[in-house]
Every structure is written in C-alpha cells, then in structure tokens.
C-alpha cells in the first residue's frame, strides 16, 4: 500500500471507469439533495403564507368583533346622554331654576339660605342687576370681583337677547384656569338676571347615582346579563376634566365616545361621554367572543418550521458528506485490492508459463505472490473490522501473552516490505514485557501503524518500534521520520474515512480507516493510543495497553 503500489495502479494497463461512475453518482446525490432543498424551502414558503394568511384573518375577525363592540359602546354612550340630560338639565337645573323664580316672584329674598329648597346642584346663587352694575351673591365666592365682571356681562348679553323658549340660559366657561357652569334666567322686572353656580361635586354625585340606577345597554341584548357592572362610562366637561368614572380599567381599544353640545338647551355643551364594554363579556356580544391575539403561536410556529428546515438541511449536509466519504472509501478500497491482485495475477503467470530464467527469480515471484496476499488479507481484515465496529469485546480473546517474540515476529514478517521500499527497521524491545492482550488484534495494530510509517515517510529512513514495560501498563511505540500529523489533526485521524489535506491530490493510496482500526482495537483491550512528535520530527503512535485487564 506504499508509493510503489499507488504508481503500479497507475500503470497496470485497466481501464479505470471508477472516475466517471462517481461523478455521476455524486452528480445525482447533489441534484436530489437540491431537490429535496427546494421542497424544504417550498415548505416554509407554504407554511409562512399560511400563518400570514391566519393572521390576515385573525386580524379581520378582530377588527369586526372590536367594531361590534364599539357599537354598543356608542349605544351606552347615547342613552347615558339622554339620561343626564332629562334628569340633569330637566329635573334638576329646570326644577331649581323655577323654584328661585318662584321665590323671587313672591318677594323672597332669593339669597338667603333658608328661603329656598336644598338642591345639591347648586353651589351658590347670585342675583345680578346689570343697570346698577351690582351683583349679588347667597355666598361669597373666592374670585368674586372676576366673576362679579363676569356675570355683569353675561347678563347684559341675556337681556339684550330677550326671553329664551324654556326661560333659562346654561352657560359653560372657564375662569381663571377653572371650568364654570352657569344656570341664568330672567327676573320677571326684566331687568335683572339671577341663577346660580353648578355645584361641581353635586353634578358628579348625580351623574353617579344615574349610572348606578338602570342598566345602560337594553335588556334585550344578551339577556339582560351585561349590567351597568361590566361597563366603563367616563364623564368630561368642556375642560376635558373628568367628572364622573365609573371604574379605572378598560379596554382603549373598545372606548366609543359622544361628544355632546346645544341639545337640551345646550345642559352639557361641549362636555364629552366615553363608554367601553369589558372585554371579558365580549362572548355575550359576539359569536366566538373578541378573538384572542394568536401572533405569540404563529411566531412560535414560524421559529420552529425554520429551526426544523435548517436541522433537516444541516442532516442532509451531514448525509451528503457521509455518502461522498463512503464513495471515496469504495474507491480507494478498489484502487487498493486492485494493485495486489494485479501483481499476484502477473507473477503467477510468470511461474505458469515458466517465464523465469533463474531459481532466484522464481523465488521473487513467489516472494512478491506472498507479500501481495499477505496485504489483502491485511486491507480485507482492517475493512472487515471497520465495517464491523460496535461489536463488543468478545472479539477479542485476551490472554496473558510475552509481547515480546511476539513484535519480533510481526516485525520481521514485516521486515521486507520496509526494506523493498528503502527503509530500516530499529527494533527496541524490553525482556521482561508482558500483558493480557488479543495476539491478532495486537499483530493488526502493529501491522498498520508500521505500513503507515512507510507510507507516510521518506526513503531510507529509520523506522523505531519501541516496547517497554511499565508499573501497570505495557507501552508500544511506532516512530518515523516523516512529515508527522499537525496537531490539528490529531483527534481526527482516529475518526475513519479521514485523510490530512496533503494526502487529497497526492500519489499515495489509501482508505482512511487504518488508525480508526487501531484506536478500536486499542480501546477493546482497556488502553489508549495517541499521536505526539517524535524526537527526529516524525510522527511517533504510542500505544498503552493495561498489563492485567479488569474484570467487566
Ligand atoms: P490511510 O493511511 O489508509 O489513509 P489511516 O487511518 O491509516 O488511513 O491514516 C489516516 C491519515 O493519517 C492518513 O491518510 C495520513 O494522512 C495520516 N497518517 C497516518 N499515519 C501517518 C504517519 N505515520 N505519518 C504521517 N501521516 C500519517
């Protein structure tokens, strides 16, 4: 298997078709593995359409069921509206408002506390006398003189305008930063104005009370279950403060809102009513209830469809480099067997057809026929226990054995093979060394480091196998003065079907598998092997194999 034989390949005269049948074999693994490729990322282009097409929909349905919602939101909004205004402006600001006429038509004196009924909307009641310019309160207020000019001038704008239709005037301000409503009317001397403040607090408990009393959404709809309870009903003035919130949390996308002005004599000009429906009786409202939001499952799905193609490509990748190691390892394998059976084949005839002159050359002929078996048997025994890894260790027979004769005998059988190819063997072995090890598993150890040593190193070097004994152990080394493994590649080599880079385009044969043989023999019988620099710069295999094996 050295440089001679990769040549004689070479030379042998046979047609080698080996080339072409892998191409077209690793022509059609690529074009399947693009094939498979494509209907992986056809896939993922499927499943994104899919979830973008689940989310399309998820969407719509949302927007649908939000603007359902939304609806009946408005439809709280209007009847809380109409209420307030009828209870609000009617009962309460109408009613008041003609009381204090009344009063004042009888000669009461409007201003005096007691004179009048308690109504909680009003805060203070004034009485304002535009001729005179004077301006009368039932209560100081505390930026008197601010809306003392004020009422003066709305007044005046009040009498200037004649009598209104309901015989009352709601006016909505803000002075001084803070939002004001009034309720006028005109006396009946028609020369004077009186009304009073809205008593902010008063209005909110109102507003209160009028969301407390009846159900907002009519009865008919969900059977009456979707009370006051599940709603979110906020009330603004016309400075946006807030003056009633029925509770802190709501959707903000289901808020509906209504702004209100001039109806009912304009009772909530310019304030705002927002309603919203709790989300969570959404399924009372609409078939299927407001959808849930399936974006985190979608992206999760996406993730895992993309993880899933990158791990089945990443298989594929690790499938195509495997089926392209293996095809080299066939036709290494062939080139190998080949060159032997090649030489056996000529030199057999040569004996057949007595095409020898002398003695010597016949036992050449043998010689080489010999040499040459011996090798296949090698090549098929290193192929037969690569292929057949994973068996166990009663493969082996260990037994007590002096490794000593031993290593001789594989070395001189060897001896020939190095000497044929310019090389020498030193051998330097301990007396004493022995271990419980399996002869042939031992001898195929051997035989494969040194036909590496060969192989590997230049012409007329000194190969030195080296064999001692230690406290618990024997060590066999195997040095040479070639190129050495770079330290790179010192795990990889035991790993089969792997060869160094330099090895690719160069001339000397090989498989790839010898070392993993090694390391797998090495390893049945409970030792180690390792590759380090050997002190003339080759590479040195140091093999350590327990002397008595523990028992299993
Ligand atoms: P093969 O020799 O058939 O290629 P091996 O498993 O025996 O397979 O060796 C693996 C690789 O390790 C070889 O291809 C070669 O590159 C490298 N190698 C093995 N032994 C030596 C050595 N003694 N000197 C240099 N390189 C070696």
């Given at each position: 298997m050295g440089v001679h034989t990769a040549q004689l390949v070479r030379n042998s005269g046979y047609p080698c078709s080996m080339g072409a049948g892998k191409d077209n074999y690793s022509g059609n693994v690529v074009s399947r593995s693009r094939m498979i490729i494509s209907l992986l990322m056809l896939i993922l282009v499927l499943v994104l359409s899919l979830v973008w097409q689940a989310s399309k929909t998820m969407q719509s349905n949302r927007e649908t069921a939000t603007q359902v919602l939304q609806d009946y939101a408005r439809l709280v909004c209007d009847e809380y509206a109409r209420r307030a205004m009828g209870q609000i402006g009617y009962y309460g600001y109408f009613a008041h408002i003609n009381e204090i006429s009344q009063a004042l038509f009888a000669g009461a004196d409007i201003l005096a506390p007691d004179k009048v009924p308690e109504n909680n909307l009003a805060l203070y009641r004034f009485l304002v006398d535009p001729a005179s310019a004077e301006v009368r309160f039932s209560q100081r207020p505390d930026t008197v003189a601010t809306l003392e000019a004020y009422l003066l001038r709305k007044a005046g704008d009040i009498l200037a305008k004649g009598p209104s239709e309901s015989g009352f005037f709601i006016d909505h301000s803000i002075i001084e930063g803070h939002a004001h409503s009034f309720v006028f009317a005109r006396a009946s001397d028609s020369d004077r104005v009186f009304g009073f403040t809205v008593d902010r607090s008063g209005l909110a408990e109102r507003l209160q009370q009028l969301f407390e009393?009846?159900?907002?959404?009519?009865?008919s709809l969900a059977g009456g279950e979707i009370?006051?309870?599940f709603l979110f009903l906020r009330f603004k003035d016309h400075n946006e403060e807030v003056l009633f919130q029925s509770r802190e949390t709501y959707d903000p996308n289901l808020l509906a809102s209504r702004g209100l002005n001039m109806e009912y004599e304009g009772v909530f000009d310019g304030h705002t009513i927002e309603a919203a429906i709790a989300s969570g009786v959404a399924d009372s409202l609409v078939i299927g209830g407001l959808p849930r939001s399936r974006l985190p499952v979608l992206i999760i799905t996406v993730i895992l469809t993309v993880g899933l193609l990158i791990a089945a490509i990443r298989q594929l990748y690790l499938e195509h480099a495997l089926m392209k190691m293996r095809s080299n390892f066939v036709s290494e394998v062939s080139h190998e067997l080949r060159t032997p059976l090649t030489q056996i084949r000529m030199f057999a005839e040569t004996l057949l057809f007595e095409r020898y002159k002398t003695a010597d050359d016949k036992r050449r002929a043998l010689e080489i026929i010999n040499r040459e078996s011996q090798r296949l048997i090698h090549l098929v025994e290193n192929v037969l226990r690569f292929s057949g890894r994973n068996g166990d260790q009663r493969d082996l027979t260990l037994v007590q054995t002096d490794l000593v004769p031993l290593v001789q005998r594989v070395v001189d059988e060897f001896r020939p093979l190095a000497e044929g190819a310019g090389n020498s063997l030193l051998v330097d072995l301990d007396a004493r060394a022995e271990a419980e090890v399996d002869t042939d598993a031992l001898r195929q150890i051997l035989l494969n480091l040194l036909d590496n040593a060969i192989k590997y190193g230049p012409e007329d070097q000194t190969v030195r196998v080296s064999l001692q004994q230690r406290t618990d152990s024997i060590r066999l080394s195997v040095c040479d003065q070639g190129p050495g493994i770079p330290r790179a590649d010192r795990e990889k080599i035991w790993g089969g079907y792997y060869r160094l880079e330099r090895e690719r385009d160069s001339a000397i044969a090989g498989t790839g598998i010898g070392l993993a043989v090694v390391r797998e023999l090495v390893t049945l019988q409970g030792g180690s092997v390792r590759v380090v620099d050997s002190e003339d710069g080759g590479a040195c295999f140091v093999i350590e194999i327990p002397r008595v094996q523990e028992s299993p």
């Open positions: 009393r009846d159900a907002l959404l009519p009865r009370t006051n309870e």
